[in-house]
């Protein structure tokens, strides 16, 4: 006995979480590492992206062990072992893997609107903003999202105010957190918005047979929690495809 369990304790251990034979040995239970995203998944397991993934846990008939920790280190966690899921990532091309050793999961668990940031009574068009000629900011870690040239931001209210003094053309990113500073700052009134583009968001999983075992339940379970999730992030529109993914 003592032997079979600290074999099974080895098992569970394994960096890349994978048997030899290939079988996953943790379809039971999913360790989900979710990046601190505040309003939405906050240190101490608060938020709504934390209630909707244990809904889908539950509709993949799976229990669920989850921790909200810095973006980095969730990624980490992943690529070490130490986490069976990463969540969220935004998927910004066609191409299925992450890196070597990761991978998006086929299911969209919702979409992000990026909007270009002008300042009101702006003459500038969509076309003029993605031109390559203007000043455009926005986050640090989104720059390479972008075919035109943009300059990073560790600050959203910075570079708002920018636009809004006129010392940068716009600013581009994420529509809930630009939106919320925007009307923490009493400033609903002075920008207007172009929407870019719609990004997916979807988990990350192991390019191993645990990874793939996983995206299979994945799929359906996220389907279902997004019919009905009461969040608008998260509820799928009229029109949806079931499947929502790639």
Not at 81 to 100: C, E, K, Q
Not at 181 to 193: D, K, N, P, T
């Amino acid at each position: 006995m003592i032997r079979a369990a600290a074999a099974a304790v080895a098992i569970l251990a394994l960096t890349n979480t994978e048997t030899i034979a290939g079988v996953c040995p943790l379809e039971s239970t999913w360790r989900v590492s979710i990046a601190d995203l505040p309003g939405l998944a906050d240190i101490g397991g608060k938020g709504g992206l934390v209630r909707f993934i244990e809904q889908v846990a539950e509709f993949a008939d799976v229990d669920v062990v989850y921790d909200v920790v810095p973006f980095a280190r969730s990624m980490i966690n992943v690529e070490t072992g130490r986490a069976d899921m990463h969540i969220p990532l935004l998927h910004d091309s066609d191409t299925p893997f992450v890196n070597a050793k990761l991978m998006y999961s086929d299911a969209v668990l919702f979409y992000v609107p990026f909007q270009f940031y002008v300042a009101a009574g702006s003459a500038l068009t969509l076309a003029q903003l993605t031109d390559g000629t203007r000043t455009i900011e926005t986050d640090s870690a989104h720059i390479d999202f972008f075919p035109f040239s943009v300059d990073g931001s560790s600050c959203i209210e910075c570079s708002l105010n920018k636009v809004r003094l006129g010392r940068i053309d716009a600013f581009i990113y994420a529509e809930p957190p630009s939106d919320e500073a925007i009307v923490l700052a009493g400033l609903e009134g002075a920008f207007e918005r172009h929407l870019y583009e719609n990004y997916p968001v979807r988990a990350v999983l192991p390019r191993n047979a645990c990874g793939r075992s996983i995206n299979q339940k994945l799929l359906p379970a996220v389907v279902k929690a997004r019919k009905q999730s009461g969040h608008p992030l998260f509820r799928l529109s009229k029109g949806s495809a079931d499947s929502d993914a790639r």
